[in-house]
């Protein structure tokens, strides 16, 4: 049975616990670790902020499923998400996805399976703020075709 931590939080998070905590068994033969930060450019635009709003129990619920998904498909040991909620700056660390397994393979494939559909299943509402002005982030349809394809690929 898979170990899953998830944390939606305002707080900067330490990537060093996740890692320790996610890679800490001994039959642990592979770790994959992603943060993804605020980006300066979006759309063509200069960015200094996004705002990320959600609603609690809705959001840890669609996080939480997505994590059993990665480990109904693959045989993992421990999945860690947090993701940041509230007023973030260029250069933030907004979200980290950690998985463990024995196998790099697992892993890796686990780690973007949920990043794919962390991307469009999780229920946050991202407004921008650029030189032009605040503006709320709709979702992107080459985000909808990455999580589409784990439809069609079964593992």
Request: no cysteine; hydrophobic share 40%.
């Given at each position: ?78 999945i860690y998400i947090v993701h940041r909620v509230g007023q973030l700056y260029t250069g933030d660390e907004i979200v980290a996805v950690a998985v463990s397994s024995a196998h790099r ?38 985000d909808d075709d990455a999580a589409e394809r784990w439809q069609h690929d079964k593992k």
């Amino acid at each position: 049975m898979t170990d899953i931590q998830i944390h939606v939080q305002s707080e900067p998070f330490d990537q060093n616990k996740i890692y320790q905590w996610t890679a800490a068994l001994p039959e642990t033969g592979a770790t994959v670790l992603f943060i993804g930060k605020v980006r300066d450019m979006n759309l063509g635009d200069s960015v200094s902020g996004l705002y990320l709003e959600h609603y609690p129990a809705m959001t840890k619920k669609a996080l939480r499923e997505i994590a059993d998904q990665a480990a109904a498909r693959w045989q993992l040991q421990r999945i860690y998400i947090v993701h940041r909620v509230g007023q973030l700056y260029t250069g933030d660390e907004i979200v980290a996805v950690a998985v463990s397994s024995a196998h790099r393979g697992s892993a890796y494939q686990a780690n973007e399976f949920i990043m794919d559909f962390l991307k469009t299943k999780a229920p946050f509402w991202k407004k921008e703020t650029t030189q032009q002005g605040d503006r709320w982030l709709e979702s992107r349809a080459s985000d909808d075709d990455a999580a589409e394809r784990w439809q069609h690929d079964k593992k």
